[in-house]
């Protein structure tokens, strides 16, 4: 607590103290910027004043912004891996052991009558669902 004396009247002010980070650093914006400015540009760190921080966010926003512009979303269809020997023999293997075909599967003349006709599309080629094959098979 303290006192001040002031033409024969005495006031009494409370004074608190507080270790908050943000009251501080409100504080030191308020009453030391400048100086504290060129501190941490000369010591290499980052302000953390409110007011600059803020601006910082603000900045980073508007980088993302302008970033996000010129971004466009690419459809999975639109997205063709190139063909390769390398490539095609991993997906034959993988299909192999997920649905537990025996290797000579790859060398049935329908297999390769398949992907023959497969190879010849120009854009994509659509796998029937199950329901589709059912119905064509009946």
């Not at 650093?25 to 100086?35: I, L, M, S, T, V």
């Not at 912004?65 to 390398?86: A, Q």
């Not at 010849?120 to 080629?125: D, I, L, Q």
Request: charged content about 25%; some cysteine; aromatic content about 8%.
């Amino acid at each position: 607590m303290i006192a001040l004396a002031h033409s024969h009247q005495i006031y009494r002010k409370q004074c608190l103290l507080v270790n908050e980070s943000t009251t501080l650093r409100r504080h030191a914006e308020a009453n030391f910027a400048g100086k504290y400015r060129q501190w941490a540009k000369e010591h290499s760190f980052k302000s953390m004043l409110p007011g600059d921080v803020k601006a910082h966010k603000e900045k980073a926003e508007q980088a993302q912004r302008t970033i996000n512009s010129h971004l466009t979303e690419c459809k999975l269809s639109e997205r063709v891996i190139p063909y390769s020997d390398k490539l095609f023999k991993q997906a034959s293997i993988e299909w192999l052991v997920a649905t537990d075909q025996p290797i000579q599967a790859l060398e049935h003349p329908k297999f390769q009558e398949m992907i023959y006709v497969a190879s010849r599309a120009t854009n994509s080629v659509k796998i029937p669902s199950c329901k589709a094959t059912c119905a064509e098979i009946i």
